[in-house]
């Protein structure tokens, strides 16, 4: 069974890093787009970043210049390097990947989320 694994997640203060990873597990031969969103306590759930399979960027303007989405198709992850950290960006973060195994058309999947605190 596929599933998307996070990890990463916890507090930390303002202007503080973190780093979120995200692995896909069961068996897969195309990974294609990979995403985080991230949701905060009564907002919709909004894209923060994606990666191409051939490594092309974009992310949500306010965190242009403090994230970076990076991936590794050989290991099946994609991770979040959070840095400059504000207030504001504390949510959940969930991983977003469109993969396709051997039995299916390529199918959107989600993680379960994980929990990013920024507070002094």
């Known amino acids: 069974q596929v599933q998307l694994m996070e990890s990463g997640g916890g507090r930390v203060q303002p202007g503080g890093s973190l780093r979120l990873s995200c692995v896909v597990s069961g068996t897969v031969f195309n990974i294609d787009l990979m995403s985080w969103y991230r949701q905060a306590p009564g907002k919709e759930r909004e894209l923060v970043a994606y990666?191409?399979?051939?490594?092309?960027?974009d992310y949500e303007y306010s965190v242009k210049g403090r994230f970076i989405i990076s991936r590794d198709n050989a290991k099946k992850t994609v991770s979040l390097e959070m840095n400059s950290l504000k207030p504001q960006d504390t949510a959940v973060y969930y991983c977003?990947?469109?993969?396709?195994?051997?039995?299916?058309?390529?199918?959107?999947?989600w993680g379960q989320g994980t929990q990013v605190t920024v507070s002094s």
């Open positions: 990666i191409t399979r051939g490594g092309s960027t």
């Open positions: 977003n990947a469109d993969l396709q195994d051997y039995t299916s058309p390529i199918t959107n999947y």
